[in-house]
């Protein structure tokens, strides 16, 4: 039930690119994307809606494809900031419970 | 500012005591929420609420126990009967689905 995602582990240099992928085998409801400082509270990146609503910060992009029951979470132009463990959490189903269940995470690496 | 406070910070118990957690909110979010972290294995839902004096089971509830009488505090209590007590434990509040979590800066407990 806990979404996969994938790579477990991505090194950058500032200025690159990265995909991170959460893949579930429940129908999804919403996709939720964090980011963890070592020692730190997650901190909220995006949400993404069934039917293509999408809330988050404006220099995060992701996609959701309901289909594939997958979310991605774009990270361009890298900065040493965006360092850090990277969650998805889903939430299935109809019911409107804000219950998430988190994938196992992905930790990026900026370098300079 | 409004948050959501945990303490203490770093906790230490000796096996066989119970010991309970503090989550304290002023973000007037109706759900609070219990998360455990394990290095490798993100965020696992302990225990939900969703409305005073009503929480729900997460998917590892065995060895804890809450409670919701006010809507600003969800504490829980890690009691002897969990086997492997010893992890780092978030709570978070939210208003409801489709909203971000916000989280608590964790406690870290060590039993031994």
Partial sequence: QQPVQSPQAVILREGEDAVINCSSSKALYSVHWYRQKHGEAPVFLMILLKGGEQKGHEKISASFNEKKQQSSLYL????????????CGTEHGSSNTGKLIFGQGTTLQVKP | DGGITQSPKYLFRKEGQNVTLSCEQNLNHDAMYWYR????????????????????????????????????SFPLTVTSAQKNPTAFYLCASGQWANSPLHFGNGTRLTVT
């Avoid at chain 1, 361009?76 to 969650?87: D, E, I, K, R, V």
């Fill in chain 1, 76 to 87: 361009t132009a890298s900065q040493l900031s965006y360092s850090g463990t990277y969650f």
């Fill in chain 2, 37 to 72: 972290q394990d290095p490798g294995q993100g965020l696992r839902l302990i225990y939900y609420s969703q409305i005073v004096n009503d929480f729900q089971k997460g998917d590892i509830a065995e060895g804890y126990s809450v409670s919701r009488e006010k809507k600003e």
